[in-house]
């Protein structure tokens, strides 16, 4: 043979020989059990007991007449020993073929059959009685209907030579199985033929390796789990699982999936089918089944099922939800001035995934983003109960501007519903402008006019600013308050504050002249200590523009009375504090502590929002403290 013949020789081996190789056959479980009694009874003796001996023998030896019956027996803890709902597959007695009388046996029948006298016992039956006291209904055990029955009996022919014999007793264990009971058997030569008999080995034999046993194999129903879905899209999904254990036989698995949960009932199911891959796992395994044509964001369950031959078992029940069109809404706008405004949405539900946010703003009502006149996409992507906001500029004043916000995902879009607001006729002018001053810093506060979305704050020595581009730059942005550090001890300084809204400016502007506190160390005036923050500075109810309703609300009730807008916000805070520690007050059962506490709770939220200066709290918390603990309030909570 040339070696170009012996190299494809041997690849076509091992291409034949892999499969064999890789496949994995799944055996069923099998457990071997040692007789709990032995015995044999003879016609001849009629009345002696050899339930001690070694040998057990079966025949019908000598001429006198004497015949040999042997009695076997294996206990079962159904449900344990063996595990409940198991199928039986086979059973097989073995026992040890030891001896024989005048001729030899070989080729004659020894049959094995059920045992119906379950209490026999091995030390005091004989071929008379089964149990001390107790006879056979026929001597020998020999009535068919209550001694013993042929109902699946079984046989075994004799060998030439000394040796293991076994009998197929599947049947009569099954009977046992069913019915719950332990396992007997009454042996016998089938013809009882005068000059034969063969002798078997008992548990009673010194060696272990030689004294009979019951071999039974069976299978269980299979095992099988799930696992969480993946690659979940809006329509599409991979349900996973795994075959846990076979059984002892390779199961049929089954993939079940739909809108409801169908519990263990195949017909409740929406949908059913074999694993993707592999199509049916072979022995322990992990399965997965690819399914399409889900619907968008919907709840959808999952189980699978494992068939065997000995019965059925289902998984647990896991879920997940297809991807759909997030949900977003537009809100009202905010910070609305002269040219400039703040767009709001909130994202209901971002369904899975992150947003993308698009606002679209003009001057008519469109149905499409891309319709506006202006339309632009929010930084960045947002989650389930987020805000996304745009600030917009380049308006014109006393204008109606229509705007909605679109949110889009890898699987949808959704468009929140057209708002609309109207800019304000003109750029305000600020007022109320005051400043603390320490010996390097001056703490300023101010109100902004209507139709100004931002301030701008110049400083110069010896005069005011009168223009947005006189003196020296403090501050440029939308808040009411600023801190302007880096100053020194026994300076005056002139501060000019205007509105501003695009980069248009307030007509007029408000001034603030003060003078820095001299420092001890360089030769000055004692310089007084520094006040805590925002102990008498104004509010910055701007903190609440997210806030659309209540924002817009107080901040026109102030302006339609003539109040600083920082005052009406300091007075909403202390009475809706106290409105609702009245109200708790009252539900509590008119419990004042209650009321306190409730108070407390409210003046710190305001603190922390900075419409509130802190030293309210700290003294009303001190005045709940001395009061709950002076009237013993506190012990009846």
């Given amino acids: 043979m040339s070696r170009a013949a012996r190299i494809v020789l041997i690849i076509l081996l091992v291409l034949v020989t892999v499969p064999l190789v890789a496949e994995q056959p799944v055996y069923a479980a099998t457990i071997s059990l040692s007789p709990s009694k032995d015995n044999y009874i003879d016609s001849y003796y009629s009345t002696t007991n050899y339930g001690s001996n070694a040998l057990m023998r079966v025949g019908y030896p000598y001429a006198m007449p004497e015949i040999e019956r042997g009695l076997i027996q294996f206990d079962v803890a159904w449900g344990t020993t063996i595990p409940s709902g198991a199928t039986i597959t086979s059973a097989t007695l073995y026992m040890n073929y030891a001896g024989h009388g005048p001729s030899d046996p070989v080729g004659r029948t020894i049959e094995v059959q059920r045992l119906l006298r379950l209490d026999w016992s091995e030390t005091a039956s004989t071929w008379t009685n089964y149990k001390t006291g107790s006879a056979w209904t026929t001597a020998g055990a020999g ?8 109902s699946g009996q079984a046989g075994a022919t004799v060998p030439a030579g000394y040796g293991w014999m076994s009998w197929n007793v599947l049947t009569i264990v099954q009977w046992t199985q069913a019915n719950n009971a332990n396992i007997a058997f009454r042996v016998i030569d089938s013809s009882e033929t005068y000059d034969y008999d063969t002798a078997f080995r008992t548990k009673e034999d010194s060696t272990p390796s030689v004294r009979p046993y019951l071999v039974i194999a069976y299978i269980v129903p299979p095992t099988v789990t799930v696992s969480a879905a993946t690659s979940v899209t809006n329509t599409t999904a991979r349900l996973n699982g795994n075959v846990v254990d076979t059984g002892g036989a390779n199961p049929t698995v089954t993939v079940y999936w739909g809108d409801n949960d169908g519990g263990t009932t195949p017909a409740n199911w929406d949908n059913n089918s074999v694993p993707t891959s592999p199509s049916q ?7 997965y089944k690819d399914v399409t044509g889900l619907a968008e964001d919907t709840l959808i369950y999952f189980k699978a ?13 896991l879920s ?29 539900n971002q369904n899975g995934l992150p947003v993308t946010i698009r606002f679209g703003w003009g001057l008519t009502s469109k149905s499409a983003i891309n319709d506006y006149d202006h339309y632009e996409t929010v930084a960045g992507t947002w989650t389930t109960g987020q805000h996304p906001y745009l600030d917009i500029s380049s308006l014109v004043g006393s204008t109606l501007y229509y705007f909605r916000v679109e949110g889009t995902t890898a699987y949808g879009t959704d468009l929140g519903v057209e ?14 402008f005051h400043g603390i001053p320490t010996g390097t810093t001056v703490s300023l506060t101010w109100t902004k006019g209507a139709g100004a979305g931002e301030s701008v704050i110049r400083f110069a020595a010896g005069s005011y600013p009168t223009s947005p581009t006189e003196g020296f730059a403090v501050y440029s942005g939308t808040s009411s308050s600023y801190l302007h550090t880096g100053l020194t001890g026994g300076t005056t300084l002139y501060y000019s504050v205007w509105g501003m809204s695009g980069g248009n400016y307030s007509t007029n502007y408000a001034t603030l002249m003060i003078t820095t506190s001299a420092d001890v160390t360089g030769g000055g005036v004692f310089t007084p200590p520094s006040e805590p923050s925002r102990w008498v500075s104004a509010p910055d109810y701007t903190n609440l523009q997210n806030v659309p309703i209540a924002y817009d609300t107080i901040n026109a009730i102030a302006d339609s009375w003539g109040m600083p807008r920082e005052t009406a916000w300091f007075l909403f805070a202390l009475f809706t504090s106290f409105g609702l520690a009245i109200l708790f007050y009252t539900i509590a059962g008119h419990k004042f502590v209650i009321a306190e506490f409730t108070l407390e709770i409210c003046l710190v939220a305001w603190w922390i929002v900075q419409i509130m200066p802190f030293w309210i709290p700290l003294i009303a918390g001190i005045i709940i403290v001395g009061y709950a603990i002076g009237h013993q309030e506190v012990k009846t909570y």
């Fill in 281 to 287: 796992p072979q022995g322990v395994a992990a399965f």
């Fill in 305 to 317: 099922r494992a068939v065997n031959s000995a019965g059925t078992s289902w998984s647990s029940t």
């Fill in 143 to 150: 009535s068919s209907t209550s001694d013993y029955t042929t």
């Fill in 419 to 432: 708002l609309n607001f109207t800019t304000q006729s003109s750029v305000g002018d600020p007022s109320d």
């Fill in 320 to 348: 997940f939800t297809t991807y759909g069109d997030p949900d977003v809404d537009t809100q009202a706008a905010s910070a609305i001035a002269a040219t400039t405004a703040r767009l709001n949405s909130i994202i209901n």
